[in-house]
């Protein structure tokens, strides 16, 4: 009986002795596994510029030279199916993207419908002179801001003093404002204008007082909602006092510049300029493209240089930067 009993018992304890070894690499498996993927994420959230809404802090900015460039190297996080568009059929000089600079001059394509301003609708705004022009996608954007301004304040201030201009007007223009050099810091060369694109504008402000003021110096005072809202409907500041080293152009106060969603949002809200942004949205490839959240919807933006990679279904928007490339904007 005792004999019996021995094996059987001494069996029975090694039996249960690889069981437990079994039990022990597993939990270090599933520790190490969990340890790993822990630290993935701290290090891909850390690389990740992406801009939450609403922000926690204005001075959240983030430039594009200390962002991105790494993050090319990053897991591809684009699960949108995508089909390849030719180049030869678009124009890298349409798009609310468009660059325009001392280094990129432009010419606006036959595309473009630039509207009278004078000749349409202009319920909340008001204009300086007749020959006030837009593109249609500015003003469209343009209707919709000052339209919301007047229902939630009672009243839009904006007076639009110079929009669309041609060449031939740059020149005008620039040769009666350039009287010597230091005033070169503050208007653009012919050929090189922002309001070569038609879709920027100057404004001033027109109060409730009968009277104008500078939209610079008054902007939080006379102009609040407007002011705290631009960014809402596609516009930026295109001359901040602080980039003129980017832009070529001194600070410019009342230079509004369309640029279209989710863009404005995030140019605005981390206090960089157009040529600040188009850098930094150069490094993010398809398969790795900038995530931009705005209140519940995200949005992948990606730059594509030679074939332009599209989602295939659904909507999105390519515009051409007037470089030689294309950014793509989906809203997941
Ligand atoms: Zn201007």
């Given at each position: 009986?005792?004999?019996?009993?021995?094996?059987?018992?001494?069996?029975?304890?090694?039996?249960?002795?690889?069981?437990?070894?079994?039990?022990?690499?597993?939990?270090?498996?599933?520790?190490?596994?969990?340890?790993?993927?822990?630290?993935?994420?701290?290090?891909?959230?850390?690389?990740k510029p992406d801009?939450?809404?609403?922000?926690?802090?204005?001075?959240?900015?983030?430039?594009?030279?200390?962002?991105?460039?790494?993050?090319?190297?990053?897991?591809?996080?684009?699960?949108v199916?995508?089909r390849?568009?030719?180049?030869?059929?678009?124009d890298?000089?349409?798009?609310?993207?468009?660059?325009?600079?001392?280094?990129n001059a432009?010419?606006?394509?036959?595309?473009?419908?630039i509207?009278?301003?004078?000749?349409?609708?202009?319920?909340?705004?008001?204009?300086?002179?007749?020959?006030?022009?837009?593109?249609?996608?500015?003003?469209?954007?343009?209707?919709?801001?000052?339209?919301?301004?007047?229902?939630r304040?009672g009243?839009?201030?904006l007076?639009?003093?110079?929009?669309?201009?041609?060449?031939?007007?740059?020149?005008?223009?620039?040769?009666?404002?350039?009287?010597?050099?230091?005033?070169?810091?503050?208007?653009e060369?012919?050929g090189y204008?922002?309001?070569?694109?038609?879709?920027?504008?100057?404004?001033?402000?027109y109060?409730?007082?009968?009277?104008?003021?500078?939209?610079?110096?008054?902007?939080?005072?006379?102009a609040?909602?407007?002011t705290?809202?631009?960014?809402?409907?596609?516009?930026?500041?295109?001359?901040?006092a602080?980039k003129?080293?980017?832009?070529?152009?001194?600070?410019?106060?009342?230079h509004f510049?369309?640029?279209?969603?989710p863009h404005?949002?995030?140019?605005?809200?981390?206090?960089?300029?157009?040529?600040?942004?188009?850098?930094?949205?150069?490094?993010?490839?398809?398969?790795?493209?900038?995530?931009?959240?705005?209140?519940?919807d995200e949005?992948?933006?990606?730059y594509?240089?030679?074939?332009?990679?599209?989602p295939?279904?659904?909507?999105?928007?390519?515009?051409?930067d007037?470089v030689?490339?294309?950014?793509?904007?989906v809203?997941?």
């Amino acid at each position: 009986m005792a004999n019996n009993y021995k094996p059987s018992y001494r069996r029975q304890k090694t039996v249960l002795t690889a069981s437990t070894k079994a039990v022990i690499a597993m939990l270090v498996v599933l520790v190490i596994t969990l340890a790993a993927f822990l630290v993935k994420s701290v290090i891909s959230s850390a690389l990740k510029p992406d801009i939450t809404y609403p922000p926690e802090s204005g001075q959240d900015s983030a430039a594009p030279e200390e962002t991105g460039a790494e993050m090319t190297d990053a897991v591809p996080v684009t699960d949108v199916p995508s089909r390849t568009v030719d180049p030869a059929r678009l124009d890298t000089r349409s798009g609310s993207l468009v660059l325009v600079n001392a280094q990129n001059a432009y010419t606006l394509p036959d595309s473009v419908r630039i509207l009278t301003l004078f000749d349409e609708r202009h319920d909340n705004f008001t204009l300086d002179n007749i020959s006030v022009r837009l593109a249609d996608e500015a003003y469209d954007a343009l209707c919709r801001m000052t339209d919301d301004c007047a229902d939630r304040t009672g009243y839009c201030p904006l007076m639009l003093i110079s929009g669309f201009r041609d060449e031939e007007e740059q020149r005008s223009y620039y040769e009666a404002n350039v009287k010597n050099e230091s005033d070169k810091a503050y208007f653009e060369l012919p050929g090189y204008s922002d309001h070569h694109t038609g879709l920027c504008f100057d404004v001033k402000l027109y109060d409730r007082d009968g009277l104008s003021y500078s939209y610079g110096r008054y902007a939080t005072e006379k102009a609040k909602w407007i002011t705290e809202n631009y960014k809402y409907y596609g516009f930026i500041m295109r001359y901040p006092a602080n980039k003129e080293s980017y832009t070529g152009i001194a600070g410019e106060s009342n230079h509004f510049r369309y640029v279209g969603i989710p863009h404005s949002i995030y140019i605005t809200e981390k206090g960089i300029c157009l040529e600040e942004y188009l850098q930094l949205v150069r490094r993010h490839p398809y398969d790795d493209p900038l995530k931009i959240e705005v209140e519940h919807d995200e949005y992948l933006v990606w730059y594509c240089h030679g074939d332009v990679i599209v989602p295939r279904d659904g909507d999105y928007e390519v515009s051409g930067d007037n470089v030689g490339g294309f950014v793509v904007s989906v809203r997941k």
